[in-house]
């Protein structure tokens, strides 16, 4: 039941724009500055179906969506094999802007050419769309037995800056510089929201990961920062932990963490590792929030090019990410329909895919989440 614990109905918060609440429903999102919308309206929303594995798996959330009629039309884009000189990706300036124009989207896995000089195309989109920080809830899924049971944290990661700002440059042959930035404003943004979470979704301690032992100056502005946020929330304990001693902590015994708020690097880090923890990156969901209400749901899994088109693909992990893209939108209903559907079906255990232990394809398992609804 740890998962269900997690999801919980939203509330108003006049910081930031949207955090995600727990109390009986799944992976709320408490509200922006805009007005909820109402289950009659039909909403746009922009879809990346992506690669690989992409647009199968986007497709079963659209047969999910229709099932449970969820008033979305969906604004689908496609990445371009051409690179877009205003945007220096494969992702076109079009794209970004129907993100910007709905406020709220969902993201399938999109995979950039390694080495190829081209900017990545999920740093095009938290740069250009300001998504500052990237969520993602990691808890023991009921019916689905790994070494853990009580896993229930939330990652909560820097999305812009540190060492994946992407300024990287060659100083003389063989030797390569990367810069690894961390600013005031952007570290203060995400400490911000992470205790404005942790208030609003009731949890109790906001854990800073860092090895500010070793960078003193840019690791030390970041802790600097959490601690001069944390004094505005005495009732939130407050802890800091060295990053390779929280990888240690977190294998050994993951419930001795709650809320944790890094920097970018460490962030894609632990919540990996915490993804492993509960089942793998297939059952993880996550979401970008950005300034002005934005908010990007996605899948952090790969593209699985080797699997991509034959109906093997394991679609839950969008699923529950577009669970929060709906809790974002205030269609808490919905999402608690969809949301018991995924559980119930992962709990019967007769239409798992090949990755949970299970011989059902993508189809089946979509039709079976369909037949729990």
């Known amino acids: 039941m740890a998962l269900r614990r997690l999801l919980g109905r939203s509330s108003r918060i006049p910081i930031v724009s949207r955090v995600f609440a727990s109390s009986a429903a799944p992976f709320s999102a408490a509200a922006s500055f805009s007005a909820a919308a109402s289950p009659s309206d039909t909403i746009r929303a922009t879809l990346f179906p992506g690669d690989g594995i992409g647009p199968e798996i986007a497709e079963s959330v659209k047969q999910v969506f229709s099932a449970a009629q969820v008033p979305i039309e969906w604004e689908e884009h496609y990445v371009s094999d051409k690179v877009d000189p205003r945007t220096e990706s494969f992702l076109t300036w079009e794209s970004l802007e129907s993100v910007r124009r709905n406020g709220v989207g969902l993201k399938g896995p999109m995979a950039t050419p390694i080495g190829k000089g081209h900017r990545s195309l999920n740093l095009t989109l938290r740069k250009e769309l300001g998504l500052y920080a990237n969520v993602r809830p990691c808890s023991s899924l009921p019916g689905y037995r790994t070494r853990y049971d009580d896993v229930n944290l939330i990652t909560i990661r820097e999305n812009t800056e540190g060492e994946y700002s992407g300024l990287e440059h060659q100083v003389v042959r063989g030797v390569v510089e990367s810069l690894k930035i961390i600013t005031r404003q952007a570290s203060l943004r995400v400490a911000e929201y992470a205790f404005h979470y942790a208030k609003t979704n009731g949890r109790e301690r906001v854990s800073a990961i860092h090895k500010a032992n070793i960078m003193k100056k840019t690791d030390g502005l970041f802790l600097k920062c959490c601690r001069e946020v944390a004094e505005k929330y005495p009732e939130i304990t407050y802890e800091e932990v060295i990053i390779d001693n929280c990888c240690m902590m977190l294998v050994k015994n993951p419930a001795l963490f709650d809320v944790l708020v890094m920097p970018n690097l460490y962030g894609d880090i632990i919540s990996d590792l915490s993804a492993g923890l509960i089942g793998g990156l297939g059952l993880t969901p996550s979401c970008n929030i950005g300034e002005g209400g934005i908010a990007l749901a996605e899948a952090v899994h790969g593209s699985a090019p080797d699997i991509a088109g034959k109906n093997l693909a394991n679609p839950t992990a969008l699923l ?53 609804l």
């Open 320 to 372: 529950l990410s577009s669970v929060m893209m709906l809790r974002h939108l205030k269609l808490n209903d919905k999402a608690d329909q969809i949301h018991s559907a995924i559980l119930d079906t992962i709990a019967e255990g007769k239409h798992l895919t090949v990755d949970l232990g299970g011989r059902s394809s993508t189809t089946e398992f979509t039709e079976a989440v369909c037949d729990h």
